[in-house]
Every structure is written in structure tokens, then in C-alpha cells.
């Protein structure tokens, strides 16, 4: 009977060659595809009845990519490698190849499909600097852009602000500005320590140095590089050299900003430490003391771009422009496309943009990677001759020839961009194991971990939960610092006691610079090893321990991180603050932030949208350290499981770093896996 049953039901597969939506819908009742990425497909069928399979299944594929963090659907690989590119479990595989027979066979026959289509808006682009050789625009919800070294598919609203920043970064860069290069000379020789200008390695040129002179030159400047090479150190040099060269250094408006309100606090406060040392060494030379007073508090970029509430848009803009002369934004890796669009867009003609990051961090949650997009071609310099001889005029800096490109492939990009290759801080056994894993050295990084006899590194492998608990409570040998050491300083305030502002202010500060001597970094939000468990398994461990007193949702002690901008609030999503008594000594509880050496505080009943934050997953850890960090990768691994978010992980820590594995191998896997995000932006930058 069951046979029978079997033989004459219906199969849907078969189905879904007249219907391809009822394939899309089962693959996303089967967890393959998100809901919303068929919906998006179905919405396609009510705008056109007549729109082809290859349109309703390169939508929904288009609208998984980029809830993946990709900007467009590479076309050439989904027709040949739709495995590869979907990467869907293994058993996903039959049911979709027998459905792929049922689409076009070649590359040819999906692109007539898409251009036949009223829905799709077809480009043909070389370079953002190119005339626009379109079909016109009606608002098509789709665009195909075929005339880079691959046909790209996008959302419409991708595209435009993928053109968007493509243009404004061509513009930008190619537009020179006047230098006096004997000032300047003058100045950088006083800025930095002198160098062997005759230098033939790449780690004699001081390239912090070279850094700064080509900033002289242009609009927009990228400066990468890894922890402990400088970037901000360098940043402070260079607005003291854009203040000892302006003619009217008084008029100067300087901005700083980073994706959140951590990265932003830790931003101002080492440009302040650079500044102060640069003052006392240069004396009466420079007044840096007043310029320093003069740089406004660093702020979040949704904070200085006027995020209006509940909308995308921002106050400033295209038609209203920021009112500064520099911006140096800092942790560029975690800015996503449209946050650079529209950050660039709102940047005054002529003003100068520093974007400072590392190019081998995670890229941003949201679509997009822009840093790495405008960094493809660092390593290996790609300097004209021209800019060759201007740091050799301007900097004493020799570029070593390994460095200079053929002219003709030299883009304008290029000249603007600087890596800084030593790392001045980073150069321990920390330091060892994070370029290790960037370069994909598995042998050397499992021999550091396990050869480590100092306890600045450590591995758990397939620990028990109890075990990573342990770790949060008591630390380990070698690594005291836990969430006892904050939670110790919570309770040392005796119930009710008042204390005068000064003295609440100086206990607050020193829970929030405990709490953030140690934090837990996931992988992931869901599962045994994600953040969700974890927070709720090391909150009830603590609690057992005698360190946490829970009283419902707000109890004093309880670290919680912002998931969701509030400029009325001055909150942002990323902000993490620790939950503790009011000034009054009342039950009244707020969550304190600490900005630098300034506290903020928002009461709890304000808070709507926050989390516990005793894990928190790796990207949102970026713009942070810790002095013990403790990476979890979880048992079963995890698609995002990466090379780049293992580099991340192990670059938030400052002195200690332990790794726990859900199970053997994950390490290994994880440094084989590179991330790569589709975009079409270092294409068009390059003029492919």
C-alpha cells in the first residue's frame, strides 16, 4: 500500500518545471533558500506573469547572496557552478541539479533570458568614469551589468551606490591638489624619527611616513594595515602636518568617526595620546594643544551623518554636505557599500577623507567589502613612477622596484593607498599566530598554539560547556582576567549607600575598564556554542558563583550591547555598556557607556532594543581589544567559519588568547577558508 502510495503521489519536482516558485518555496520551507528570498522571486511573478525561471531563480539566488554580505550574483558562476556558489548541504545537491536541466544550459541563454526582461535594467559599463551607455532607466528593480570580466547581476538600489562610490573614489583620487614639497619635507623630517632613505626592503621604508605625503596630494587616502602598525599614530602625524602646512590652520575643522561608538572612543583617545607626545617634542614649533582642543568628540558614523529614525536616509548629503575640511574615519573594514556611499556623497569637494582600517579584518555585516575592494592591489604597491619620485622628493622614502607597476596599470587608486607593513606592537607570539593564520601557514599556527609554554596562548579542543563556563568565572592559568573581576567591583558597593558624583563616577569607570579585560567571541549566534546559549549558560554560572544576583531582564552587573540605532538616545547598534545603579543609590537602574574617559548612561526602561553581552559574535567585537580574548569555533563548524574571522578573533586580543574548538579540526578548516564577497566595485575601479 505504502508503494502505491509513493508511485502515484505527486512530484513536486516535476511540478515546479511548469512552476519553478514552487521548487523556490520548497527550498526554503527546507531551510536552503530564506522565505524572503522566494517571496522576493514570487513578487517578481505579480510585477511580470511572464517572467522567465532564469529571472525567478537568479532573484532569489541574488537575494540570498546579498543577505550573505554579497552585492551582486556573479551570473558565469551560478550557471556553471551552482553548487559552489549556493554552497547548500550535500543533500540539497540532487534536488538541485535534476532542477538546473530544467533552465538554460549556457551563459548566453540566461543572459537573453534576464535582457528580455522588462524587470532587469541592462548596463554596459568598463569604468565608473565612463559615459553611461544604457538602456534607461525605469526603475527597474533589476540591474545586468555585462560588460565587465563577468556579467553581474543586482538589486537596483546595490548598483547605485555600488556607481556611486566607484565614482566618487575615481574622482576623488585623480583630482591633485598643490603641495609646497619643500614644507612639506621640512615638516615630515620634524613629524618622524629619521630613516635609511637608501632603503631596498619593504620593511626599511617607512611607509607611515610615505603615508602621509601622498595624503598631501589628493582628497581621499586609504591606510591599511594590520594591529600594532600604526594607522591612527600615523593619522595624528599627518593632521599635525596638515595644520603645520594651512595657511589658515585656525580654520581647520576636523572630524573623527568609526562605525561605533568603542571604535570611535578608542580613536580619539590614541589620537590625543599622538598628538600630546608630538606637542611636547615639538615644543613652541606647533601649537598642538589648541588644534587638539579644536578636533570635535569621534562619533559614530550613523551619529555624524544625521541618521534619521526609522528611515535609510541621513541628514547630510549629496544636497546637504558635511561642514569639515578632514575626516579621518577609522576600522573602514566594517563600513558597508551603502554607508560609504553615502558617507562619501555627503564629503565636501576638496575635503580630505582618511579611511583607516585592515584590510584582512571581517568585512561588515551588510552587503558589501569595501576596504578589501579598494585594497586589492596593496601588496604589491602598484606606484607610478611619478609617485615614485614624489616620496622620494617629499617623504626621502626609495620605493623598493618590487613596489612600482607599469604606468599604465597604475590607477589613481593606487597612488592614494598605503599598507603599513611593520608592526611596531603586535610582535609577539599574539602577533605571530594572527599573520600565521592571515597567510594561511596552518602548520606554523597549530605549532604556535601548542608550543606556547608562557600561557599567552591556549586550546581547548572539544571542551565540555562546563569547561568554557570555568573559563568565564575563575580564567585560567596564565590568564586571570574573567567576569569575576568586573562582578567583584559591582558588589563592592554596599546596598543603598550614596556615593557623591565623583566617586560614582570613578567606581563606574572601573567596572566598565574591567568588564572589558575579557570577553567570550563566537562564531555564531544560535547553537550550543553561540552567543545566545553562551550568555545565558555563563549569566546562570555566574549567578551559582555567588558574582550575579538576576532580578528579571535588569539586574545590576549585566552587560548588554545595543542592537539598534537611537540618535535621540545617542546609542548605537554595536554600543556595549555595563547595567548598574544610578548616581541616587535607588533601585533606578541605567547601562553606562564609557566613550574615552567620558560617561554616558541611558535608563534601562529607554532601552528597548539591547542584549546580554557576555558573548558577542566576532564582527561585532571588531573596533575593540581585550586583554583575554577567548575565540569559540563551534562543533559542526558554520559556513561564515573563515580565515578572516579567526584573524579578527585573534587580533581583538592584547595579552592572552585562548581558542576553544567544538570539536578537532576546525581551526584547520576554518584557515583554509577564505572569504570572498561578490561586487563589481574593484572592477570598475580598475576599468576591467
Known amino acids: 500500500m505504502t508503494e502505491s502510495i509513493l508511485q502515484d503521489a505527486p512530484n513536486p519536482l516535476t511540478a515546479s518545471i511548469a512552476d519553478p516558485l514552487v521548487t523556490l518555496h520548497s527550498w526554503a520551507d527546507k531551510g536552503w533558500l530564506r522565505r524572503l528570498d522566494s517571496a522576493l522571486a514570487a513578487f517578481m511573478r505579480e510585477l511580470d506573469p511572464a517572467a522567465t525561471p532564469a529571472l525567478l531563480v537568479s532573484t532569489a539566488v541574488l537575494a540570498q547572496m546579498e543577505g550573505r554580505g554579497h552585492t551582486c550574483l556573479p551570473l558565469r558562476r551560478l550557471v556553471t557552478q551552482p553548487d559552489e556558489i549556493l554552497?547548500?548541504?550535500?543533500?540539497?545537491?540532487e534536488d538541485l541539479n535534476?532542477?538546473?536541466?530544467?533552465?538554460?544550459?549556457?551563459?548566453?541563454?540566461?543572459?537573453?533570458?534576464?535582457?528580455?526582461?522588462?524587470?532587469?535594467?541592462?548596463?554596459?559599463?568598463?569604468?565608473?568614469?565612463?559615459?553611461?551607455?544604457?538602456?534607461?532607466?525605469?526603475?527597474q528593480p533589476l540591474v545586468l551589468s555585462s560588460s565587465l570580466d563577468e556579467p553581474l547581476l543586482y538589486l537596483r538600489r546595490y548598483w547605485l551606490h555600488e556607481r556611486e562610490v566607484a565614482f566618487e573614489v575615481l574622482q576623488r583620487t585623480s583630482a591633485s591638489q598643490i603641495v609646497d614639497e619643500v614644507l612639506a619635507r621640512q615638516w615630515l623630517d620634524r613629524l618622524f624619527d629619521p630613516v635609511d632613505s637608501?632603503?631596498?626592503?619593504?620593511?626599511?621604508?617607512?611607509?607611515?611616513?610615505?603615508?602621509?605625503?601622498?595624503?598631501?596630494?589628493?582628497?581621499?587616502?586609504?591606510?591599511?594595515?594590520?594591529?600594532?602598525?600604526?594607522?591612527?599614530?600615523?593619522?595624528?602625524?599627518?593632521?599635525?602636518?596638515?595644520?603645520?602646512?594651512?595657511?589658515?590652520?585656525?580654520?581647520?575643522?576636523?572630524?573623527?568617526?568609526a562605525p561605533t561608538g568603542k571604535a570611535a572612543a578608542r580613536l580619539r583617545q590614541s589620537i590625543d595620546a599622538s598628538l600630546q607626545e608630538l606637542s611636547a617634542r615639538l615644543g613652541n614649533e606647533l601649537d598642538l594643544q589648541a588644534f587638539t582642543r579644536r578636533i570635535g568628540a569621534a562619533r559614530t558614523l550613523h551619529s555624524l551623518l544625521g541618521a534619521r529614525p526609522d528611515t535609510r536616509a541621513f541628514r547630510f548629503n549629496a544636497s546637504h554636505l558635511l561642514d569639515v575640511d578632514i575626516l579621518i574615519v577609522d576600522e573602514a573594514s566594517m563600513v558597508h557599500l551603502e554607508m560609504m556611499s553615502a558617507l562619501l556623497q555627503a564629503m565636501p569637494w576638496g575635503a580630505k577623507l582618511i579611511l583607516l582600517g585592515d584590510k584582512d579584518q571581517l568585512a561588515s555585516v551588510e552587503a558589501g567589502a569595501v576596504l578589501g575592494d579598494l585594497c586589492r592591489e596593496t601588496m604589491g604597491g602598484r606606484y607610478s613612477q611619478q609617485t615614485a619620485w614624489y616620496a622620494q622628493a617629499v617623504a626621502g622614502q626609495a620605493l623598493p622596484l618590487e613596489f612600482l607597476g607599469k604606468d599604465s596599470h597604475a590607477t589613481a587608486l593606487a597612488q592614494q593607498t598605503v599598507m603599513l607593513r611593520r608592526s611596531r606592537r603586535f610582535g609577539g607570539v599574539i602577533g605571530q599566530l594572527a599573520l600565521a593564520v592571515n597567510g594561511g601557514n596552518n602548520k606554523l599556527a597549530q605549532h604556535l598554539i601548542t608550543s606556547d609554554k608562557a600561557g599567552v596562548l591556549h586550546a581547548m579542543r572539544q571542551p565540555s560547556v562546563d569547561?568554557?563556563?570555568?573559563?568565564?568565572?575563575?580564567?585560567?592559568?596564565?590568564?586571570?582576567?574573567?567576569?569575576?573581576?568586573?562582578?567583584?567591583?559591582?558588589?563592592?558597593?554596599?546596598?543603598?549607600?550614596?556615593?557623591?558624583?565623583?566617586?560614582?563616577?570613578?567606581?563606574?569607570?572601573?567596572?566598565?575598564?574591567?568588564?572589558?579585560?575579557?570577553?567570550?567571541?563566537?562564531?555564531?549566534?544560535?547553537?550550543?556554542?553561540?552567543?545566545?546559549?553562551?550568555?545565558?549558560?555563563?549569566?546562570?554560572?555566574?549567578?551559582?558563583?555567588?558574582?550575579?544576583?538576576?532580578?528579571?531582564?535588569?539586574?545590576?552587573?549585566?552587560?548588554?550591547?545595543?542592537?539598534?540605532?537611537?540618535?535621540?538616545?545617542?546609542?548605537?547598534?554595536?554600543?556595549?555598556?555595563?547595567?548598574?545603579?544610578?548616581?541616587?543609590?535607588?533601585?533606578?537602574?541605567?547601562?553606562?557607556?564609557?566613550?574615552?574617559?567620558?560617561?554616558?548612561?541611558?535608563?534601562?526602561?529607554?532601552?528597548?532594543?539591547?542584549?546580554?553581552a557576555f558573548a558577542m559574535t566576532v564582527h561585532k567585537s571588531q573596533g575593540s581589544e581585550f586583554l583575554h580574548t577567548a575565540l569559540v569555533l563551534p562543533a559542526g563548524g558554520a559556513r561564515g567559519l573563515t580565515r578572516e574571522l579567526v584573524y579578527t578573533g585573534i587580533t581583538r586580543?592584547?595579552?592572552?588568547?585562548?581558542?576553544?574548538?567544538?570539536?578537532?579540526?576546525?581551526?584547520?578548516?576554518?584557515?583554509?577558508?577564505?572569504s570572498e564577497r561578490a561586487s563589481g566595485l574593484g572592477l570598475q575601479l580598475d576599468g576591467k
Not at 124 to 139: C, N
Not at 484 to 504: E, I, K, Q, T
Request: glycine letters at 10%; proline letters at 5%.
Open 467 to 612: 569547561t568554557v563556563l570555568g573559563l568565564a568565572v575563575r580564567g585560567r592559568l596564565g590568564a586571570a582576567a574573567c567576569y569575576a573581576d568586573y562582578l567583584r567591583l559591582v558588589g563592592s558597593r554596599p546596598a543603598g549607600v550614596v556615593l557623591d558624583a565623583p566617586r560614582h563616577e570613578a567606581w563606574v569607570k572601573s567596572i566598565l575598564v574591567a568588564f572589558d579585560r575579557f570577553r567570550i567571541l563566537c562564531a555564531v549566534h544560535e547553537g550550543e556554542w553561540g552567543t545566545k546559549s553562551l550568555n545565558q549558560t555563563v549569566q546562570q554560572a555566574l549567578a551559582d558563583a555567588g558574582l550575579l544576583k538576576p532580578r528579571g531582564e535588569w539586574f545590576a552587573g549585566r552587560p548588554v550591547m545595543v542592537t539598534r540605532n537611537n540618535a535621540e538616545l545617542g546609542v548605537f547598534n554595536g554600543d556595549v555598556g555595563v547595567t548598574l545603579p544610578g548616581i541616587s543609590g535607588s533601585a533606578a537602574l541605567r547601562v553606562y557607556f564609557l566613550d574615552g574617559d567620558s560617561l554616558r548612561s541611558v535608563g534601562v526602561s529607554r532601552l528597548a532594543h539591547a542584549e546580554t
Open 653 to 674: 586580543a592584547r595579552e592572552r588568547f585562548t581558542l576553544i574548538e567544538g570539536q578537532p579540526g576546525l581551526l584547520h578548516r576554518a584557515i583554509e577558508q577564505q
Open 198 to 257: 637608501t632603503a631596498v626592503s619593504a620593511c626599511e621604508v617607512d611607509w607611515q611616513k610615505l603615508a602621509c605625503a601622498v595624503a598631501l596630494r589628493a582628497s581621499l587616502t586609504v591606510i591599511t594595515g594590520g594591529p600594532g602598525t600604526g594607522k591612527t599614530y600615523t593619522a595624528a602625524r599627518l593632521l599635525a602636518l596638515l595644520f603645520a602646512m594651512h595657511t589658515e590652520p585656525q580654520r581647520l575643522r576636523v572630524a573623527l568617526a
Open 98 to 139: 535534476a532542477f538546473w536541466k530544467t533552465l538554460p544550459a549556457s551563459l548566453a541563454g540566461w543572459l537573453d533570458a534576464l535582457r528580455a526582461s522588462p524587470l532587469v535594467r541592462s548596463v554596459s559599463l568598463k569604468h565608473a568614469g565612463d559615459a553611461m551607455q544604457d538602456e534607461p532607466d525605469h526603475g
Open 87 to 93: 554552497a547548500w548541504p550535500p543533500a540539497a545537491r
